[in-house]
C-alpha cells in the first residue's frame, strides 16, 4: 500500500470548498451547508489521490464512479465538478436551486455533467452504488481478458446518516455483502445529526458491527475534519480488499468550522454573513470575497484533470490493442458501450394466431426472454426470490454469483435478489446507469409498491429497467387481497415516463418487449398473469405496439368497450352477447397508456372514437379511466381470496354481466339524447 504524500494545495483546497459551500447555500438562501464543509476532507483526498475520472469526457466508460447519496449535501458535489472542470461554471454555483439552473436542489443525471446517478431520496443512492457495482463485476467478467483488464474501475459512494436508517439501503448492503463486492467503497459521514438533532434521539446502533454482520469490511477514520493521512490510509486499505465491500466510518463535525459547527443549525439551513466571513479567516482565505477560488485550488484540481485524460488515452490504447486480439470480443463491448441493439433483434419475438394455446401471460415472458437472451446479451435480469413464480431464470443461464460460493460467476445473467423488493429496484437503476447493460427484475405487481420509491427515480432518471410484474389483478385469486394489487396500477399509470404494459395475449407481450428495449430512457413494468389467456383472433406486435387499437371492430357501433389485460378477453366475450342481440360493439385493447399517448391524435381518435358510448373494463380500481371512456367498470374496492374464476363471478367481471352493464350504459345514453363525443377530445392536452 502506497504512503500518503501531503501536498501544499491540500489545506487551501479543503478550505476552498468549505467555503465555496457555504456561499453556494447563502447566495440561494436555501440548502445543506453542513455536510459539505464537513466532508470537504475525504472529498479532497479521494478525488485528488484516488478517483480516476476525466473531466473532459465525463463518460469515458472505465471512469471511477461517485455517488452523492446523501444528496442534499449536493453543494459539495458541484463545487467539485467545477473545480475539476466538468460542464460547469461559477455562474453555474451562483444559480444553485435557482430555476432551469445546472446546479438544482439535488444531483440530477442528465442534467448536470458528472453526475451519475439521481440522489435526494435518503438511501436511494447507496443501492444505485450497490447496482454499480453489480455492473461492473459481470461486464469485466465477460469482457476482461489477461493483459486486458479493460474494465476495473471502482464505485465510491458518500452516505450519511439518514441513507443507512433507510431500509432501502440495508437491503442493498446485505446484498452486497453476500455478493462480495470488493470494487464498492461506501465512505460513511459519522457526524450525529439528521434534521430532528442528535442521532440519539431515534439512531444509536452499532452501524459497524451492523455491516460486519453483512459481510462487509469496515474501517474507521477518528478524525474526519483534518487527519487526511488516516482518510487516504482508510480508501488505500479499502481498495486492497478484494472480496468485500466497504465501509469507512469516518467521524466528522458537520459544519467544521462555522459558529455552529457540531449542531443540527447547520445542517439545512444557510451560514449568517458573518458567520462565513469568520470561516474564511479561519482558514485563511480572503473574508471579504464570496465565491473566492485561489489560484493553487485550480492547479491542483487541474493536474487531476489531465491524470485521468492520460488515463483514458492510455485506455484507449489498450481497447484498441484488444480488438486487434480479441475482435469478436471488442465488437461486442463497443456495441453495448454505444447502447445500440444488435441487428434484427425484433425478429426474434414470439408471433402467435388465435389458434394457439391459452397461456398466463407470465408464461408468455418467459417465452420472449427465453427467445432474447441468445440475441441479446446485454440483458441482466433477477427476481426478489420468485422465480419460479416470475418465470424469469431463462434455462440453462448462470447465476451471477461470487465464484467462492460454487453458485455460479460474475459473468452470470440472473441475480437472486432475495426478498428485497426496494433495494432491487435501486440496484437495476444503478446497474442501468453504469451502461452497457439493460436490467429488467422482477417480483409481484403487488410488490412493486414496495420498490415506488426506486420506480419514481427511474422514471425520472430515464433510466431502462424493465419490471416482469406478474400475478397483477384478482385472477391471482385464492392468495387474496394482501396480494392483489386494486390501485397499483393507476399509481403507476400516473407516473410520468413510466411506461405500464397489461398485455392482453402472447403478441401484446412481445409487443411490450419491443417497445421496452427500444425505450432506452423509459423504465416498463409489464403487468402479467398467472392464469391462462386466450390468444387474440386480431392482435398484432406491430398494432400492440401503439399501446392501443381496435381488438374487434364494427360499424355505426353502439357502444365501444375498451379494456387491457386479462380482461381484454372478457369484453371479447360480451361483445359477442351484445352484437348477438343486435347491440353493435366494438373492443379495443389497451395495453399501454403512456405509449397509445403519444400516437397521433388521427390515429387515437380512430381508436376511442366519437359516435356511441364508450365503457371501460379492468379487474382493478377504475380510477383514471375516465381519460378514455365514458363510463368505467372494475373493482369498487379489494379483492376476495378464492379460485380466480369464482372471484370474478363475484365482482361481475364475466362477459354475462358485461354483457348486462353494456346495454345499461347504450340505453342510458340514447335516453339521455344529444351527440357522444369522444372523451380523448380536449380543450388542451398536457
Same mark, same amino acid.
Given at each position: 500500500m502506497s504512503s500518503f504524500t501531503p501536498a501544499q494545495s491540500d489545506d487551501v483546497s479543503v478550505a476552498t470548498i468549505r467555503a465555496l459551500a457555504a456561499d453556494? +447555500?447563502?447566495?440561494?438562501?436555501?440548502?445543506?451547508?453542513?455536510?459539505?464543509?464537513?466532508?470537504?476532507?475525504?472529498?479532497?483526498?479521494? @478525488?485528488?489521490?484516488?478517483? $480516476?475520472? $476525466?473531466?473532459? $469526457?465525463?463518460?469515458?466508460?472505465?471512469?471511477?464512479?461517485?455517488?452523492?447519496?446523501?444528496?442534499?449535501?449536493?453543494?459539495?458535489?458541484?463545487?467539485?465538478?467545477?473545480?475539476?472542470?466538468?460542464?460547469?461554471?461559477?455562474?453555474? *454555483?451562483?444559480?444553485?436551486?435557482?430555476?432551469?439552473?445546472?446546479?438544482?436542489?439535488?444531483?440530477?443525471?442528465?442534467?448536470?455533467?458528472?453526475?451519475?446517478?439521481?440522489?435526494?431520496?435518503?438511501?436511494?443512492?447507496?443501492?444505485?452504488?450497490?447496482?454499480?457495482?453489480?455492473?461492473?463485476?459481470?461486464?469485466?467478467?465477460?469482457?476482461?481478458?489477461?493483459?486486458?483488464?479493460?474494465?476495473?474501475?471502482?464505485?465510491?459512494?458518500?452516505?450519511?446518516?439518514?441513507?443507512?436508517?433507510?431500509?432501502v439501503a440495508s437491503e442493498a448492503a446485505s446484498l452486497a455483502g453476500h455478493l462480495q463486492l470488493g470494487?464498492?467503497? +461506501?465512505? @460513511?459521514?459519522?457526524?450525529?445529526?439528521?434534521?430532528?438533532?442528535?442521532?440519539?434521539?431515534?439512531?444509536?446502533?452499532?452501524?459497524?458491527?451492523?455491516? *460486519?454482520?453483512?459481510?462487509?469490511?469496515?474501517?474507521?477514520?477518528? $478524525?474526519?475534519?483534518?487527519?487526511?493521512?488516516?482518510?487516504?490510509?482508510?480508501?488505500?486499505?479499502?481498495? *486492497?480488499?478484494?472480496?468485500?465491500?466497504?465501509l469507512i466510518c469516518l467521524k466528522t463535525t458537520i459544519g467544521f468550522g462555522s459558529k455552529q459547527q457540531g449542531t443540527h443549525g447547520v445542517h439545512g439551513s444557510p451560514l449568517k454573513a458573518d458567520d462565513i466571513q469568520a470561516l474564511k479567516t479561519k482558514f485563511g482565505l480572503p473574508a471579504d470575497k464570496s465565491f473566492f477560488v485561489p489560484p493553487a485550488t485550480y492547479d491542483a484540481y487541474a493536474d487531476i484533470g489531465k491524470r485521468g485524460a492520460s488515463l483514458e488515452a492510455q485506455w484507449n490504447s489498450l481497447l484498441g490493442e484488444y480488438g486487434q486480439k480479441y475482435p469478436k470480443e471488442h465488437g461486442e463491448l463497443t456495441r453495448r458501450i454505444s447502447g445500440e441493439l444488435p441487428t434484427n433483434w425484433e425478429q426474434c419475438l414470439p408471433v402467435y394466431k388465435s389458434t394457439d394455446a391459452a397461456q398466463a401471460s407470465r408464461k408468455?415472458?418467459?417465452?420472449?426472454?427465453?427467445?432474447?437472451?441468445?440475441?441479446?446479451?446485454?440483458?441482466?435480469?433477477?427476481?426478489?426470490?420468485?422465480?419460479?413464480?416470475?418465470?424469469?431464470?431463462?434455462?440453462?443461464?448462470v447465476d451471477f454469483q461470487p465464484p467462492s460460493t460454487g453458485l455460479g460467476n460474475y459473468a452470470g445473467t440472473y441475480?437472486?435478489?432475495?426478498?428485497?423488493?426496494?433495494?432491487?429496484?435501486?440496484?437495476?437503476?444503478?446497474?442501468?446507469? @453504469?451502461?452497457?447493460?439493460?436490467? @429488467?427484475?422482477?417480483?409481484?405487481?403487488?410488490?412493486?409498491?414496495?420498490?415506488?420509491?426506486?420506480?419514481r427515480l427511474s422514471a425520472l432518471s430515464g433510466h431502462q429497467v424493465i419490471w416482469v410484474a406478474t400475478h397483477d389483478s384478482i385472477g391471482l385469486g385464492e392468495d387474496g387481497p394482501t396480494h392483489q394489487p386494486i390501485e397499483t396500477a393507476i399509481h403507476f399509470r400516473s407516473t410520468p415516463n413510466l411506461a405500464f404494459w397489461r398485455p392482453a395475449d402472447g403478441n401484446e407481450t412481445s409487443a411490450a418487449y419491443l417497445v421496452a428495449l427500444k425505450s432506452k430512457k423509459t423504465p416498463s413494468i409489464l403487468s402479467l398473469s398467472r392464469q391462462n389467456l386466450p390468444n387474440l383472433e386480431a392482435s398484432s406486435i406491430e398494432k400492440a405496439a401503439k399501446g392501443g387499437y381496435v381488438v374487434h371492430e364494427v360499424e355505426s357501433e353502439d357502444l365501444t368497450i375498451v379494456?387491457?389485460?386479462?380482461?381484454?378477453?372478457i369484453a371479447l366475450e360480451a361483445a359477442a352477447k351484445l352484437n348477438a342481440e343486435g347491440v353493435k360493439t366494438r373492443v379495443v385493447s389497451l395495453p399501454c397508456w403512456l405509449v397509445f399517448d403519444k400516437q397521433p391524435e388521427e390515429y387515437r381518435l380512430s381508436v376511442l372514437r366519437s359516435g356511441a358510448p364508450i365503457l371501460s373494463l379492468e379487474a382493478l380500481s377504475t380510477a383514471g379511466w375516465s381519460k378514455y371512456s365514458h363510463e368505467q367498470y372494475g373493482l369498487p374496492a379489494w379483492g376476495a381470496s378464492g379460485p380466480y374464476q369464482k372471484v370474478y363471478e363475484k365482482f361481475g367481471i364475466t362477459g354475462s354481466n358485461?354483457?348486462? +352493464?353494456?346495454?345499461?350504459?347504450?340505453?342510458?345514453?340514447?335516453?339521455?339524447?344529444?351527440?357522444?363525443?369522444?372523451?380523448?377530445?380536449?380543450?388542451?392536452?398536457?
Open positions: 453556494v +447555500v447563502t447566495k440561494a438562501n436555501s440548502g445543506h451547508p453542513g455536510a459539505p464543509m464537513g466532508m470537504a476532507p475525504v472529498a479532497h483526498v479521494l @478525488y485528488s489521490r484516488f478517483m $480516476n475520472i $476525466n473531466p473532459k $469526457n465525463s463518460k469515458w466508460f472505465n471512469r471511477d464512479r461517485f455517488v452523492l447519496s446523501n444528496g442534499h449535501a449536493c453543494a459539495l458535489q458541484y463545487v467539485l465538478l467545477h473545480l475539476l472542470g466538468y460542464k460547469l461554471s461559477m455562474d453555474d *454555483l451562483k444559480a444553485f436551486r435557482q430555476l432551469d439552473s445546472l446546479t438544482p436542489g439535488h444531483p440530477e443525471a442528465g442534467h448536470t455533467d458528472g453526475i451519475e446517478v439521481t440522489t435526494g431520496p435518503l438511501g436511494q443512492g447507496f443501492g444505485n452504488g450497490v447496482g454499480l457495482a453489480i455492473a461492473q463485476a459481470h461486464l469485466g467478467a465477460v469482457f476482461n481478458k489477461p493483459g486486458f483488464e479493460l474494465i476495473n474501475n471502482f464505485t465510491y459512494v458518500f452516505s450519511g446518516d439518514g441513507c443507512l436508517m433507510e431500509g470494487n464498492l467503497i +461506501v465512505i @460513511y459521514d459519522d457526524n450525529h445529526i439528521s434534521i430532528d438533532g442528535d442521532t440519539a434521539v431515534a439512531f444509536t446502533e452499532n452501524v459497524g458491527q451492523r455491516f *460486519l454482520s453483512y459481510g462487509w469490511q469496515v474501517l474507521h477514520v477518528d $478524525n474526519g475534519d483534518s487527519d487526511f493521512r488516516a482518510i487516504y490510509n482508510a480508501i488505500a486499505e479499502a481498495k *486492497l480488499e478484494k472480496s468485500k465491500p466497504t408468455l415472458s418467459e417465452i420472449v426472454l427465453t427467445a432474447l437472451a441468445p440475441v441479446l446479451p446485454e440483458l441482466l435480469g433477477g427476481s426478489a426470490d420468485l422465480t419460479g413464480s416470475n418465470l424469469t431464470k431463462v434455462k440453462g443461464s441475480i437472486r435478489y432475495g426478498v428485497r423488493e426496494h433495494g432491487m429496484g435501486a440496484i437495476a437503476n444503478g446497474i442501468h446507469a @453504469y451502461g452497457g447493460i439493460i436490467p @429488467y427484475v422482477a417480483t409481484f405487481l403487488n410488490f412493486v409498491s414496495y420498490a415506488a420509491g426506486a420506480v379494456s387491457a389485460g386479462s380482461e381484454v378477453s358485461i354483457a348486462v +352493464v353494456g346495454k345499461k350504459v347504450v340505453d342510458f345514453y340514447k335516453q339521455k339524447g344529444g351527440p357522444v363525443v369522444s372523451p380523448l377530445v380536449k380543450a388542451f392536452t398536457l
